[in-house]
């Protein structure tokens, strides 16, 4: 089996890998952007109760309502602090793929130019010795004649 071949092979396992990789990158980034969605979602929601928190509190509504209303204020202030360390955990897990697909898609590039490489200088060395079997042939047909 020539070098060009060999290398060939590795080169196809690293793209499959690299292909596997970016799926993941992609994966990553779709779970990334749902969970910044919900925390969108969740400080949207907190904004539009703090609005009919601040109208209840200007009508007069009773204490016990008042911290009805700021228990459940504490309780999305939680759930919105637990969702920005999710987005946080996503981003560096989006983080960590890219750069992995990153250094996958690299090696693959690089590998394949040895393979380029290789694929040219056998093609040089298979010219020169199919020249060097032309002239060999031509020169035993002049010797012959």
Do not use: P
């Amino acid at each position: 089996m020539k070098r060009s071949q060999r290398i060939k092979a590795i080169v196809e396992i690293k793209a499959v890998q690299e292909k596997n990789a970016l799926e993941a990158l992609g994966a990553s980034r779709k779970k990334m952007q749902e969970v910044e969605a919900q925390l969108e979602n969740l400080k949207n929601y907190r904004r539009d109760y703090q609005e009919r928190f601040n109208r209840l509190g200007g009508e007069g509504a009773s204490a016990a309502r008042l911290m009805e209303f700021r228990s459940f204020m504490d309780k999305l202030d939680t759930a919105i602090r637990g969702q920005e360390l999710s987005l946080h955990g996503s981003q560096a897990e989006f983080r960590a793929k890219k750069k992995h697909w990153e250094n996958l898609h690299n090696q693959t590039a690089s590998l394949q130019k040895v393979c380029d490489t290789a694929v040219v200088t056998e093609k040089k060395l298979d010219d020169k010795i199919e020249q060097d079997e032309q002239d060999e042939w031509a020169t035993r047909f002049v010797m012959g004649r």
